[in-house]
């Protein structure tokens, strides 16, 4: 054969390999009670369009993981699917004069072509759409099943809206004030919607997130504020000339005595009420109108605190002291009760506020200088400290008082101490075209009544045409609104709100288990062989959104008796960004990159390798075309040392040991297990792909020096030490770049799949040479035990300490201030 014949041509390979793959089915798997399973599973696409660097990252460390696991002799799920409803495809169907439908399956049928072309392993006998009935109709079943147990409940209040999206947003969908999707400011307006009883899990959900050692610190320590659970005291405030109190939750009931004025937020149904009738009425609607029109990031900017009197009073439960009552735009309805005790001279917002409105001041916490004196003051005193003019509790410090001041309020029947959560329920109502319909009728005799069982799905009318302006034509679809009560028959109309789209991808990976399955939600059988998922891969933007959605739906599923997990996802990892010149790719700063351009300039192959070599996963990556050239050139000299190898070693098997290595044979061997030992642990242990594909380059390099080494020749077993290290090169990079590992694979001989191959194993005896044991130390206690070459100089060995993560975390924020190295022993790191 022609050397301009044996070319690398990846286009050519990989379209060879793909057409083999889909013809054997090799990727298609069903459960096998005898091997243990692997669910590894990345956060499914919503249709978008095109793929973009981002999901190529994200795919290739979850096809790398899985093909690894698969040949460690898992039986390996990796299904792949489509987040398919939502507001985009709207906003895109509008802009295109389409139909949501037709523009998301076409979007579909190109991206999936996409996938395919990169090689990815996945299962696509599995694949759905969270748009079409087959899926929804389950999770309107699962609606109705939550709405018989309470877990669903329908109310009218003031919800976050979004006029750009023309659409309501739940708590968790506002960022910084602005709307997760569009990033417009985000408004209030008062409508009805259903909400998700997620309040009714939060301990459940804080407590599961401890047994939870896969997951990363920052995403449970996000969940953990989200979840809020704090302990305080509730505590009421009799109303003056009234029926009635306003109950608030403290943290700081040890500042109670100095509580001069309530504040209410703006939403809070007293706010109006306490005005009626007084002069302030007038007033105090302009202040709630005026608020209702900001945005919730004007709401919260420090600068702009602003209220008004309501024209009533409360009385101190404890001191009896009169408090005026204001409505206050930067007190907020979804925290605590909508209403904040107001001491002036221990918090910053209320001082600011009591200056600007002439409020009074009394200090009752002092600190070890001892008071103040409020004509003294110019913030707000917050530590805590020891009471000061509050009666009885004079003398305490502020953690006994917290205690004995929720007694006191308890036994007079005025408040106790309780725990209070951040977390709200999730109001899962959008008043949007493209979505799962809400599975409920409208009647005038009978109220909210259930879509009998027998009629689900309720499908979403195809033939809705969408107003140029926004908005759902749902509500003026007569001929699908129109309804007969399943209660008493009479006239009725259909739900025309649809469902939030997160609740779709709450429970998508479940349904991978049974795709197909038509009697119910889940089939028992297969979704306890495959539940939970073992290894999730995703975006750290999902931490509050769809994670924490996704684990209050699996309980829910659980305590319904529909699956038999107490959560979905047993490992998380949340890969980094894909950057380019040091920022986020985005079409105003022309920085895109597009996917298909590169696997057609360097093949996937190519692009896979360098999207997990340029850094870890963890971690942002900056593309570069010369760290893709970078990847196509080692690909390159992969093909050329394995045909030479697959030359000299035709009919030789691979070195078993025997004939006695020496000089660069002995190097070549050794290297082979150490890379085998390096790349097995670097990917199994840390996913570090990066340091994986380092070490097979660094063997492939090793491998050619030693092709081309006339001494190394003259040994018996040069060709069998060639091939030896040559297989265990391919078979270590086949996660990575499979199309070439599987042709080079074929080109030394052998027949098959790679994927159906064995993780190859090294030999513990080629490694004794090479290696040391060296024991870390942090100020003298043993932390560590690391395996380092046996060469490590005593900068390699420093620096191998302080790399290793069981080191870290003990010096993680510490001053090093000597390093002792007692070489090939002992590191000792002084603290």
């Known amino acids: 054969m022609s050397a301009q014949a044996d070319r690398y041509r990846p286009a050519e390979v990989e379209a060879k390999w793909q057409a083999r793959w889909q013809q054997a089915g090799v990727f298609k798997v069903s459960e096998d009670p005898s091997r243990p399973k692997f669910y590894c599973l990345e956060m499914f696409p919503y249709p978008s369009g095109r793929i973009h660097m981002g999901h190529v990252r994200n795919y ?3 096809d790398g993981l899985a093909r690894f696991k698969r040949m460690q002799g898992y039986n390996v799920l990796h299904p792949m699917g489509w987040d398919a409803f939502g507001m985009p495809a709207e906003n895109a169907a509008i802009a295109n004069n389409t139909h949501p439908a037709r523009w998301t399956y076409d979007n579909i049928e190109f991206m999936r072509k996409q996938l395919k072309r990169l090689g990815y392993s996945y299962d696509w006998d599995r694949e759905f759409a969270t748009c079409d009935p ?10 109705l099943k939550m709405w018989e147990k309470d877990l669903v409940y329908r109310k009218l209040s003031l919800v976050n809206w979004c006029e750009h999206c023309r659409t309501v947003l739940a708590n968790e969908q506002v960022e910084q004030g602005l709307c997760w999707r569009c990033g417009e400011p985000v408004g209030q307006k008062r409508l009805w919607g259903y909400y998700f009883r997620i309040t009714r899990y939060a301990e459940e959900l804080l407590e599961w997130l401890d047994k939870l050692p896969g997951w990363p610190e920052r995403v449970k320590t996000m969940q953990r504020n989200w979840i809020g659970k704090s302990h305080g005291a509730e505590t009421h405030f009799p109303l003056e000339g009234r029926e009635g109190v306003i109950k608030v939750f403290t943290t700081r009931a040890d500042t109670l005595y100095g509580a001069t004025f309530m504040s209410l937020a703006p939403e809070h149904p007293l706010a109006l009420e306490l005005a009626e009738g007084t002069e302030q009425e007038q007033a105090v609607k302009e202040f709630i109108d005026k608020v209702a029109r900001q945005s919730y990031a004007d709401r919260a900017d420090e600068r702009k605190k602003e209220g008004v009197f309501t024209g009533a009073w409360c009385r101190n439960p404890l001191t009896g002291r009169r408090m005026p009552i204001y409505v206050a735009n930067f007190v907020l309805m979804d925290y605590g009760t909508g209403a904040v005790m107001a001491v002036p001279t221990h918090d910053q917002r209320d001082f600011e506020f009591a200056k600007e409105y002439g409020l009074p001041l009394v200090e009752v916490i002092v600190g070890p200088d001892g008071p103040i004196g409020v004509e003294n003051m110019t913030q707000a005193f917050t530590d805590y400290g020891t009471l000061i003019n509050s009666g009885p509790f004079d003398g305490m410090s502020s953690q006994e008082a917290m205690r004995a001041i929720a007694a006191e309020l308890e036994r007079r029947g005025l408040g106790r101490e309780t725990v209070h959560y951040r977390l709200r329920d999730w109001g899962i109502s959008r008043q949007r075209y493209w979505g799962a319909p809400i599975p409920m009728i409208h009647c005038e005799d009978c109220g909210l009544v259930p879509v009998p069982e027998e009629d689900l799905p309720v499908v979403l009318p195809l033939e809705a045409q969408l107003p140029p302006t926004g908005g759902s034509p749902l509500p003026d679809l007569e001929e699908w609104v129109r309804v007969d009560c399943p209660r008493c028959g009479r006239p009725a109309r259909r739900e025309v709100d649809t469902m939030d789209t997160f609740v779709e991808s709450s429970w998508y990976f479940a349904r991978y288990a049974c795709p197909h399955y038509d009697q119910g939600p889940l089939d028992p059988g297969p979704t306890s062989y495959w539940m939970p998922v073992d290894q999730y891969i995703g975006g750290i933007e999902h931490a509050v959104l769809h994670l924490l959605y996704s684990r209050f739906y699996t309980k829910v599923l659980r305590d319904l008796g529909l699956i038999h997990c107490d959560e979905p996802f047993t490992n998380l990892l949340t890969q980094g960004m894909v950057i380019k010149d040091g920022a986020k790719m985005s079409k105003s700063k022309g920085n895109v990159v597009d996917p298909d ?3 057609e300039r360097y093949g996937a192959d190519a692009v896979r390798t360098f999207m997990l070599f340029a850094a870890p996963p963890e971690r942002d990556l900056d ?9 196509y050139r080692f690909l390159q000299r992969l093909w050329r040392v394995s045909l030479a190898v697959a030359e000299h070693a035709r009919g030789v098997e691979p070195y078993a040991g025997g004939e006695k290595l020496t000089g660069a044979l002995a190097d070549l061997h050794t290297k082979t297990h150490q890379t085998i030992k390096k790349v097995g642990e670097d990917i199994s242990g840390r996913f570090q792909f990066n340091t994986a594909i380092a070490a097979v380059m660094e063997l492939v390099n090793l491998i050619s020096l030693v092709e081309q080494d006339a001494q190394a020749r003259q040994h018996p077993a040069w060709a069998a030490v060639l091939r030896e290290a040559v297989e265990a090169a391919v078979k270590l990079i086949s996660p990575i770049a499979p199309h070439i590992a599987d042709e080079l694979w074929e080109r030394l001989g052998h027949q098959g799949f790679l994927i159906d191959q064995p993780w190859p194993s090294y030999d513990e ?11 870390v130390q942090v100020g003298g206690k043993k932390r560590a035990q690391l395996l380092l070459p046996a060469d490590a100089d005593d900068e390699a060995l420093r620096q191998a300490a302080l790399a290793d993560p069981g080191v870290q975390k003990f010096i993680a924020g510490k001053e090093i ?9 002992l590191v000792n790191l002084v603290v």
């Open 60 to 62: 290739c460390i979850g």
């Open 134 to 143: 087959s899926y929804y109709r389950w999770e309107q079943l699962v609606f």
């Open 597 to 599: 351009e590169m696997v």
């Open 623 to 631: 593309w570069t075309d010369q760290g893709a050239e970078g990847a």
């Open 765 to 775: 005896k080629a490694l004794v040479k090479a290696e040391k044991v060296v024991v």
């Open 817 to 825: 201030k000597k390093i002792i190295v007692v070489q090939g022993k």
